[in-house]
């Protein structure tokens, strides 16, 4: 009996606490003492010792089994879609990329937990995850299944985003058409679009009682869900890193509501899964008076582990692509950017990360084989600094650049996605080609495969010896 015991206890080490239904299996072999006994010692140690596995916050620094946690890693949002199994997905294209990526030392990926709304409205990814209120497409689903379960092969984590500000993946502004049987004021490229008009509706999704039900349903759902693949709940996974509220949500003129939604919903994340970090997804204090953003103010909650912030210097009217003289300028206004939201993490006591920036081909081109001399200069100069800023203890803790597409190639270069494209970094409603890091793009991959191995390294550098 002591031996079965034992056997049984080191079972559920490694099994965790869903070792319990084995355990009161053997109930009957063990006796009322030992299953006591096995109670005590097989699961409540595991539990203990599970925690190291899952990214934790301490002070200005990720830590991943009790070593400091740094990463130069992507934003790869299509990866779900490639998981789909059949005609719609690719799952081979997608264990190549993520082989890829992984031989250039990229092992944090940025990726999208939803897409919402009918697959015959423009300007977004198909086929959806969510195509009516609480419908799910299994299929997508599973295809979500698919990636975590590869990602988990290879030791990747995985930042999950759970809704969008913007209607490329429905969003938002789903949720508010479905609560209010509303049509979606759609922005550019729509003809006759406003970008003013689009953030003014989606913008009311937060004093929007309803449609944000609709969002909690679907966080509930996620959390809770069992990958059909590896058998495990995705709030018990620690290839996930950490769930986020949304991709660059933006409070428009809704600052008061805006923060709360902010902290409500946090708060329920923070309810139905302790083991996962939780971030906004925002872009910080960003260059556009529209996005009524404050760093300090969104991001400051006690239920938001870590801070984002974004940089766009085409977006943002700091550098043209027609005009390579404006990149020194584009690199002044990041490095200040940068240093003032490092300052800003610093004071908050929480890890920063620039989860995403990018820069068009020279010229704005948007072919495979054209140069990109200048974004290859942004890209190494914006990695450099921080990894300086990283090197002593600081609060930079990673990045993500916007967007990986490997082997993924545009229909038509510069034309918008349809369906039956190839899906790559840039989302349906922008140029395909426009920030896209081609497999093809070796010196782009060159300086990506540099950075990440210095990041990686400091990964395993006692952070003691920098401070």
């Not at 072999?29 to 010792?49: C, D, E, F, H, K």
């Given at each position: ?7 049984l206890?080191?079972y ?7 070792s ?5 299996c ?19 140690n595991?539990?203990q010792?599970?925690e ?20 130069l ?19 081979e294209?997608?264990t ?38 609480g419908q799910?497409?299994q ?27 913007w209607?490329?993946?429905g969003?938002m502004s ?30 009311s ?38 769930w986020q509220?949304a ?17 409500k ?58 005009k390579?003289?404006?990149?020194d300028?584009?690199?002044k206004?990041a490095r ?6 490092i300052?800003m ?5 929480k ?35 921080l ?11 990673g ?5 990986w ?13 349809r ?5 790559i ?32 390294q ?10």
């Amino acid at each position: 009996m002591k031996e079965s015991l034992m056997r049984l206890t080191n079972y559920c080490r490694k099994n965790d606490l869903k070792s319990l239904n084995l355990a009161l299996c053997c109930h009957h072999m063990i006796g009322r003492l030992s299953l006591t006994l096995l109670l005590i010692t097989g699961m409540l140690n595991p539990v203990q010792g599970q925690e190291d596995d899952f990214i934790q916050v301490e002070g200005l620094q990720f830590k991943l089994k009790g070593r400091p946690y740094y990463f130069l890693g992507a934003n790869f949002w299509y990866g779900m879609n490639l998981g789909v199994s059949g005609a719609e997905g690719d799952r081979e294209r997608l264990t190549r990329e993520l082989d890829r990526l992984e031989s250039l030392g990229v092992k944090n990926l940025r990726v999208m937990g939803a897409s919402e709304g009918p697959d015959s409205a423009p300007w977004r990814v198909k086929p959806s995850l969510q195509s009516a209120p609480g419908q799910y497409e299994q299929q997508v689903l599973e295809g979500l299944d698919f990636l975590l379960a590869e990602m988990k092969k290879r030791q990747m984590h995985a930042v999950i985003c759970l809704t969008n500000f913007w209607d490329w993946s429905g969003g938002m502004s789903q949720y508010i058409s479905w609560a209010n049987e509303e049509t979606i004021p759609y922005h550019p490229p729509e003809e006759g679009g406003s970008w003013m008009r689009y953030q003014r509706f989606t913008s009311s999704f937060y004093r929007n009682k309803k449609a944000q039900q609709l969002f909690e349903d679907h966080i509930r759902f996620l959390i809770s869900r069992v990958n059909s693949i590896t058998g495990q709940a995705y709030k018990d996974d620690p290839t996930i890193m950490a769930w986020q509220l949304a991709n660059e949500p933006r409070s428009f003129v809704n600052g008061r509501t805006f923060r709360k939604w902010i902290e409500k919903t946090a708060s329920l994340i923070k309810r139905l899964d302790p083991n996962h970090l939780v971030s906004l997804g925002g872009e910080g204090d960003a260059d556009n008076f529209f996005a009524g953003a404050s760093f300090r103010k969104d991001q400051g909650s006690k239920n938001i582990d870590y801070l984002t912030m974004h940089i766009w210097v085409q977006n943002w009217n700091w550098y043209d692509p027609k005009k390579p003289e404006t990149l020194d300028r584009a690199l002044k206004e990041a490095r200040s950017y940068i240093a003032d939201h490092i300052a800003m993490a610093k004071n908050m006591g929480k890890p920063v990360v620039l989860e995403e920036f990018g820069m068009a081909r020279d010229k704005e081109l948007y072919e495979p084989g054209t140069s990109t001399e200048s974004r290859d200069r942004y890209y190494r100069e914006v990695f450099q600094q921080l990894f300086d800023l990283s090197q002593h203890g600081g609060p930079v803790a990673g990045c993500n650049f916007w967007a990986w597409s490997g082997e993924g190639r545009p229909r038509i270069p510069g034309a918008y996605w349809r369906g039956g494209d190839d899906l790559i970094g840039d989302p349906p409603h922008e140029k395909q080609g426009w920030y896209s890091v081609y497999d093809t793009d070796t010196s782009t991959l060159e300086v990506i495969r540099r950075y990440a191995e210095k990041f990686n390294q400091l990964s395993k550098t006692d952070q003691k010896q920098h401070e």
